[in-house]
């Protein structure tokens, strides 16, 4: 039989943010080659454009609930990379969210977020 490909890359990534715990909560798509099981999403992040990625956690659903992450920085960077059997798929674009805060409280909301330029594959 043949090898079954890498996995996809993570496409469409977005995120929302709980209001009453602050955790972020990123969801994306990613198409799979026909057979493809066991892939895992590998999240990395950053608060510094200027600082390398982070590994943050490692998941096997098309979604992630960020607990670590702790208000303060006035953005966050992130990317996800399917990997599988020792085969790594191509790095997602990279998710740019943008905090402001709202309302008498200063609640933390998203206050923009885009994807910016691709990452090579790690």
Sequence with gaps: PTPVPAPAQPTD????????????????????????????????????PDQPFMFVDAVGEKRFVDNSFFAGPDR???????????????????LVVNFGRVGEGGQLTIASMSTGEKMAAA
């Design 76 to 94: 966050v960077e992130y990317t996800v990379q399917g990997r599988r059997a020792g085969s790594a798929g191509p790095v997602s674009a990279i």
């Design 13 to 48: 990534l977005g995120v929302t943010i709980d209001p009453t715990s602050g955790a972020l909560e990123l969801r994306w798509k990613a198409t799979n080659p026909r057979g493809a099981t066991g892939t895992t999403y590998v999240i990395s992040r950053r608060t510094d």
